[in-house]
């Protein structure tokens, strides 16, 4: 889902690649998620589309897609790909963009916040959904994040498309975040159980 896994080349053989590299990725962003969750249940699940955002809805909402555009980045360079994979490059540039549009959407409605949140999950995820196609091949075990992304395409865009409904709430964001956190961790399993067969 929004948690977007990050792309490599389909030809790399490094760590990032291998399930192991995989799998730490995945626990590290299962529990970003699961703390940001947390922390948005905990203070601001209650806020409706017609109100604005507080100071700790702000941040939170700010940093969701930020850390997406570094975790890209710090898979990128554990992998040594530098920039010539372009499918890496554009979802860092949509995490920094949407990090901009987020910075200016939270001082205003979290209706505007829902709409910016629903439009980068929709985008993240069809660029998650064509990376885990690519990464059957020489990684295997990815029928997790391909359901991840398909599902964040979908939750994204309902939730662009209902931002401005009287019942839309943070609550939304923080749902659509745990099931992301949920499939990073199905990712875990599958890919430890091809790599202890791999290992047979």
Do not use: C, K
Request: charged share 10%.
């Amino acid at each position: 889902m929004t948690q977007t896994t990050t792309v490599t080349s389909a030809t790399s053989t490094t760590a990032m690649t291998s399930p192991s590299g995989l799998r730490s990725l995945h626990l590290i962003r299962v529990v970003f998620s699961l703390i940001w969750v947390a922390l948005l249940f905990a203070t601001s699940a209650s806020l409706v589309s017609t109100d604005r955002p507080t100071a700790i809805a702000a941040v939170l909402l700010v940093v969701y897609p930020l850390w997406d555009a570094v975790a890209t980045l710090l898979e990128r360079r554990l992998a040594g790909t530098g920039t010539a994979n372009p499918v890496s490059t554009v979802n860092v540039g949509l995490g920094l963009a949407t990090t901009a549009a987020m910075i200016i959407a939270v001082f205003s409605t979290v209706a505007t916040a829902l709409l910016v949140f629903g439009v980068w999950a929709l985008l993240s995820g069809a660029i998650q959904l064509v990376v885990a196609i690519r990464r059957r091949r020489t990684v295997g075990a990815q029928w997790p994040m391909i359901i991840s992304g398909a599902q964040s395409v979908l939750a994204g865009a309902t939730v662009a498309a209902t931002s401005a409904s009287a019942t839309s709430s943070l609550s939304t964001v923080a749902g659509y975040s745990a099931f992301g956190a949920f499939w990073f961790l199905v990712s875990v399993v599958a890919l430890s159980i091809r790599s202890r067969r791999g290992n047979r």
